[in-house]
């Protein structure tokens, strides 16, 4: 199970972290990763870490203000200089990593929580 918590509103440039709280026995190489949608927009990758080295992922958009993190059975995703076109839901997710494992893209990831709104004016 995922549970994200830490979403809200902001204004432009201003900084946010959401968490990702994960619960359940879970064994092999996985990829933990953050996924938002916009109202009339398709779900997508913002970042994403794996264990097994590797390493941390991100979109091309986010790169150089948000960072991802991972703790005990949590992920992070600390966003700096946020922008109006940050405004989504924020999702948490979980993949079983394997060669040719797509680290942003939603079919290569299992589980998902429930997400947490992220409003940028």
């Known amino acids: 199970q995922l549970v994200e918590s830490g979403g809200g509103s902001v204004q432009t440039g201003g900084s946010l972290r959401v968490s990702c709280e994960a619960s359940g026995n879970i064994v092999g190489p996985m990829c933990m990763g953050w996924f938002r949608q916009a109202p009339g927009k398709k779900r997508e990758g913002v970042a994403a870490i794996c264990t097994g080295g590797a390493g941390t992922h991100y979109a091309d958009s986010v790169k150089g203000r948000f960072t991802i993190s991972s703790g005990s059975a949590a992920v992070y995703l600390q966003m700096n200089d946020l922008r109006p076109d940050d405004t989504a839901i924020y999702y948490c997710?979980?993949?079983?990593?394997?060669?040719?494992?797509?680290?942003?893209?939603?079919?290569?990831?299992?589980?998902w929580g429930q997400g947490t709104q992220v409003t940028v004016s």
């Open positions: 997710a979980a993949g079983f990593l394997y060669p040719g494992f797509n680290y942003l893209e939603t079919d290569d990831y299992r589980f």
